[in-house]
T-cell receptor, first 116, second 114 residues
Framework: GAGVSQSPSNKVTEKGKDVELRCDPISGHTALYWYRQRLGQGLEFLIYFQGNSAPDKSGLPSDRFSAERTGESVSTLTIQRTQQEDSAVYLC??????????????FGPGTRLTVL | GNSVTQMEGPVTLSEEAFLTINCTYTATGYPSLFWYVQYPGEGLQLLLKATKADDKGSNKGFEATYRKETTSFHLEKGSVQVSDSAVYFCALRGSGGSNYKLTFGKGTLLTVNP
């Protein structure tokens, strides 16, 4: 079946502009995660959604970052007033659940964001 | 908090050489440990995992043993192939309340030459 998909694959924007990144999880996966990978760094956790529970936003680096998810489907990550330090690859992952043996996270190909 | 430290790359080997990529971690409780691989132009894929001390994860000829006494999860392969060229990430998932988050190392780029 289809894996996690993300769009766009590449985004170049000017400093100060807003950007919106999209993630389509695997169908039936209730848990969805966003991570960020800056050059030369490991992946950093940003936010986590599980069903209709309140999301864990503890990894969002500033209030310019926000994310939404409608039910158990698509999620969007929005970065307002982008800064050059926001340049990174943004990865989305989904899993059947968040606990137990069905919590393997499947990753999308990522969106490479470049802020000029 | 949790952290993962892995061997800095890049690592360059000849085909059929022995591979070790070191990974150590800091975490409370009993984390689960993972190796992910990212082939050129592809997304991150789970390579292997171990969920408790002394477990050995294995896949595609790669192995890693969860060593709680040394807080390590080193990745090994006896004979690498050109097709193993990729970036390898060590990661952990904590056992506490936020046990859905993965904490990653910085990644190690492996290049295998024919």
């Amino acid at each position: 079946g289809a894996g996690v998909s993300q769009s766009p694959s590449n985004k170049v924007t000017e400093k100060g502009k807003d950007v919106e990144l999209r993630c389509d999880p695997i169908s039936g996966h209730t848990a969805l995660y966003w991570y960020r990978q800056r050059l030369g760094q490991g992946l950093e956790f940003l936010i986590y959604f599980q069903g209709n529970s309140a999301p864990d936003k503890s990894g969002l680096p500033s209030d310019r970052f926000s994310a939404e998810r409608t039910g158990e489907s698509v999620s969007t990550l929005t970065i307002q007033r982008t800064q050059q330090e926001d340049s990174a690859v943004y990865l989305c992952a989904s899993s059947l659940s968040s606990t137990g043996g069905t919590n393997e996270q499947f990753f999308g190909p990522g969106t490479r964001l470049t802020v000029l | 908090g949790n952290s993962v430290t892995q061997m800095e790359g890049p690592v360059t080997l000849s085909e059929e050489a022995f591979l070790t990529i070191n990974c150590t971690y800091t975490a409370t409780g009993y984390p689960s440990l993972f190796w992910y691989v990212q082939y050129p132009g592809e997304g991150l894929q789970l390579l292997l995992k171990a969920t408790k001390a002394d477990d050995k994860g294995s896949n595609k000829g790669f192995e890693a043993t969860y060593r709680k006494e040394t807080t390590s999860f080193h990745l090994e392969k006896g004979s690498v192939q050109v097709s193993d060229s990729a970036v390898y990430f060590c990661a952990l998932r904590g056992s506490g309340g936020s046990n859905y988050k993965l904490t990653f190392g910085k990644g190690t780029l492996l290049t295998v030459n024919p």
